[in-house]
């Protein structure tokens, strides 16, 4: 076995590893932003919303015209919190599907490194060495094994999710779905 043929192999190991970091990094900064313009356009949309109540309701003298007053206000309330949950349910679905293609090609790419090791550390493996080219060969397949392991459990539950926020949210669930494709 060639020991600038391994530590070539590690360095672009680690490469990936990096790639796959800022891939996430992105990804998650990207999400935090999208849910920071939504949190803020719902608090400024509360906080003018709150005002004009206000307004009128400093100018009405009776109940009636109270009740009126917060009734009227009450549906378009429901509906913009309608949309700010779709939105948020959209921004989950999306970042969890970003997180999902990131962990799969990373874990492709360590597939992909592992493999090549292992087959760098079985042919030049000189006589007598063929218990480090076996040792190799284990860590390589228990590490992929591992490996696909966590990424089924990933998805699994990403799709738990996915059906908790469509019985919290039955509308969200097509709209998340049509955005993804």
């Known amino acids: 076995m060639s020991f600038t043929t391994v530590a ?8 990936s590893n990096l790639v796959s970091s800022n891939s996430l990094r992105e990804s998650l900064f990207g999400a935090a932003a999208r849910s920071f313009d939504l949190n803020t356009a719902a608090y400024r949309t509360v906080l003018q919303r709150g005002a004009e109540v206000s307004r009128n309701l400093s100018g009405s003298m009776d109940a009636q015209d109270v009740f009126a007053i917060c009734v009227g206000h009450m549906v378009p309330a429901l509906e ?3 949309g700010y949950s779709r939105d948020a349910c959209g921004i989950a679905t999306d970042t ?3 997180v999902l293609q990131i962990a799969e090609a990373h874990v492709a790419r360590i597939n992909r490194h592992m493999t090549e090791i292992a087959e760098i550390a079985d042919p030049d493996s000189p006589f007598g060495s063929t ?15 591992g490996l696909e392991a966590g990424l089924r459990s990933a998805q699994q539950a990403a799709s738990c999710i996915d059906a908790y926020f469509g019985t919290l949210y039955p509308g969200a669930t ?3 779905q049509e955005a993804a494709a």
């Open 8 to 15: 070539t192999q590690l360095i672009e190991f680690q490469k």
């Open 174 to 176: 097509p709209v998340a």
């Open 80 to 82: 913009e919190f309608a």
């Open 131 to 145: 218990s480090a080219a076996w040792l190799i060969r284990g860590f390589v397949n228990s590490t992929q094994s």
């Open 96 to 98: 969890g599907i970003e």
